[in-house]
């Protein structure tokens, strides 16, 4: 596996990758209407790219395929992490997450981690700040807010 800086023509294989997880690697946390109003597959690319552009982004790669990706912006919030439903506990999102948390300087990072992600930030010492329902398309998501205060 290869971790390497985002380029912008990855923008559509990560937004692949991205519907795609959440619609089977979350399916067991969240309901199917929870999981449509999270990835309805109408992804604004042009917010994305921008958004990715302006923030330390990386994919993983695995022979040739990318098989995860995540970014961080400045102040060390953690924005996306996601992994292919095929190489889940595979170590991609701890080299993906180890990347990330090194090349931002805050003092803290901070991210907003689904019911499925919580148990591996927490692996990585994380620590819940609060539970919190988030809106998509009027439906009710729960994620966590979730802290990591570095030494």
Known sequence: MTIREYHSSDLREIVELFYDTVHTVNAKDYTPEQLNAWADGRVDLAEWGRSLAQHAAFVAEEEGEIVGFGDIDPSGYLDRLYVHKDYQRQGVATALCD????????????????????????????EVAWEQQELRHGVALTNYRMEKWRT
Do not use: D, K, M, Q
């Not at 003092?107 to 499925?116: C, D, G, L, N, Q």
């Open 99 to 126: 990347a990330l948390e090194e090349v931002v300087n805050a003092e803290r990072i901070v991210t907003h981690a689904s019911i499925t992600a919580r148990p591996f930030f927490e692996e990585r010492g994380y």
